[in-house]
């Protein structure tokens, strides 16, 4: 029951920044969207989240449209070691026990 | 500061038998969430404990059931296990109920 849709796969080269696209139309007022990343083998690492303001931490930034039917995650210089599989989630605050995480874009860092 | 932990790492069990996961969670964290992962899809919510009682459950049949302590270190018990149930098991723990933080997970295999 996931809300989001994010492409497969991206390829991206090292030191370029990864713009990662995430369409959530059907988002209600109350609704956060968080992204999350997993390296393989991993679980998942909390990257960032924003209600309709744009968001930037040392990870990552968080660029939601006014509509907030879409965002993107920027990763402003991408290392191979940003090589994952990322999530895009839409949470409201009613369902702050749980993340409905669907299949994710795998992005591939390539030297 | 000391991290999400699981143990064991692997384990393999048979149709029919129960298993027993543990996770124990980050310091100061008083929620702690179970995901189900099955290879090549996105986790998938099992149940939440907040303060030592269940607090969501997601879509899953009864023999699944877990247990959180006092010191908000929790178990994750499968009974009668399927070959569906191979899977890797993550657990989440949180404070605010915004930030999940995750293990490295269990990779269950049951033949």
């Known amino acids: 029951d996931a809300k989001t849709t994010q492409p497969t796969s991206m390829d991206c080269a090292e030191g370029r920044a990864a713009n990662l696209p995430c369409n959530h139309s059907?988002?209600?007022?109350?609704?956060?969207v968080y992204w999350y990343r997993q390296i393989h083998s991993q679980g998942p690492q909390y990257i960032i989240h924003g209600l309709k303001n744009n968001e930037t931490n040392e990870m990552a930034s968080l660029i939601i449209t006014e509509d907030r039917k879409s965002s993107t995650l920027i990763l402003p210089h991408a290392t191979l070691r940003d090589t994952a599989v990322y999530y895009c989630?839409?949470?409201?605050?009613?369902?702050?026990?749980?993340?409905?995480f669907g299949a994710g874009t795998t992005v591939t860092v390539r030297a | 500061e000391t991290g999400v932990t699981q143990s064991p790492t692997h384990l393999i069990k048979t149709r029919g038998q129960q298993v027993t996961l543990r996770c124990s969670s980050q310091s100061g964290h008083n929620t702690v969430s179970w995901y189900q992962q099955a290879l090549g899809q996105g986790p998938q919510f099992i149940f939440q404990y907040y303060r030592e009682e269940e607090n969501g459950r997601g879509n899953f049949p009864p023999r699944f059931s877990g247990l959180q302590f006092p010191n908000y270190s929790s178990e994750l018990n499968v009974n009668a296990l399927e070959l569906d149930d191979s899977a890797l098991y993550l657990c989440?723990?949180?404070?605010?109920?915004?930030?999940?933080?995750f293990g490295p997970g269990t990779r269950l295999t049951v033949t």
């Open positions: 989440a723990s949180s404070s605010s109920g915004f930030e999940q933080y």
């Open positions: 989630i839409v949470r409201a605050p009613r369902d702050d026990y749980k993340l409905s």
């Open positions: 059907t988002i209600s007022g109350n609704e956060y």
